[in-house]
């Protein structure tokens, strides 16, 4: 069965850390450019990260830019998102999912895990 | 980059169908055929409907479809169905990914 199953979510204080984890299974994960994508409570939807299947190219959103690290243990299946300097407006429910490359579309969503950042 | 415009919201009576527009620039929705668009029932993650402008990954029913004109995409409902009543949301490769604003479809 395709699965990938976040960890880690929480309630923080502006200026902390998190470290979201996000377990896959099914598929080959190895194999594909992961991602985490984030939606606050009642808002849309909002990419944050991208890592390539090997991790060597990583991108981020302007807005999580030198406070948000992405990376991935294929050894592991696993995907994580290293948050620091946190702020109210990263409240979030953070999903991991599957880009697929070949047509630039995320194809396989986790459940999601929600990210609280309040004093 | 800025958030692809959708209409807040949608309607139609079961069987009638509904568009969806998702209006980017000659940068992302107008300048790659990465047009997606995902649907969202309450409490769930998002679903892949349609990739590539117009395709339909396997499973979801042909009452879905895609198209482009210049720098809009649209995403077209046919034949609705109660359990079409969803959050829609649009995206578009531009080098990164920016999603559209997202469209409540009410089944009437």
């Known amino acids: 069965q395709v699965q990938l199953v976040e960890s880690g979510g929480g309630l923080v204080k502006p200026g902390g850390s998190l470290r979201l984890s996000c377990a896959a299974s099914g598929f080959s994960f190895s194999d594909y450019y992961m991602s985490w994508i984030r939606q606050a409570p009642g808002k849309g939807l909002e990419w944050v990260s991208y890592i390539s299947s090997s991790g060597s190219n990583i991108y981020y959103a302007d807005s999580v830019k030198g406070r948000f690290t992405i990376s991935r243990d294929n050894a592991k299946n696993s995907l994580y998102l290293q948050m620091n300097s946190l702020r109210a407006e990263d409240t979030a429910v953070y999903y991991c999912?599957?880009?697929?490359?070949?047509?630039?579309?995320?194809?396989?969503w986790g459940q999601g895990t929600m990210v609280t950042v309040s004093s | 980059q800025s958030a692809l415009t959708q209409p807040p919201s949608a309607s139609g009576s079961p069987g009638q169908s509904v568009t969806i527009s998702c209006t980017g620039t000659?940068?992302?929705?107008?300048?790659?055929?990465?047009v997606s668009w995902y649907q969202q029932h309450p409490g769930e993650a998002p679903k892949l409907m349609i990739y590539?402008?117009?395709k339909r990954p396997s499973g979801v029913p042909d009452r879905f479809s895609g198209s482009k004109s210049g720098n809009t995409a649209s995403l077209t409902v046919s034949g609705l169905q109660a359990e079409d009543e969803a959050d829609y949301y649009c995206s578009s490769y531009a080098g990164s990914t920016v999603f559209g604003t997202g469209t409540k479809v009410t089944v009437l």
């Open positions: 999912a599957s880009l697929n490359s070949n047509y630039a579309a995320f194809d396989i």
């Open positions: 590539e402008v117009s």
């Open positions: 000659s940068s992302d929705v107008g300048g790659y055929n990465y």
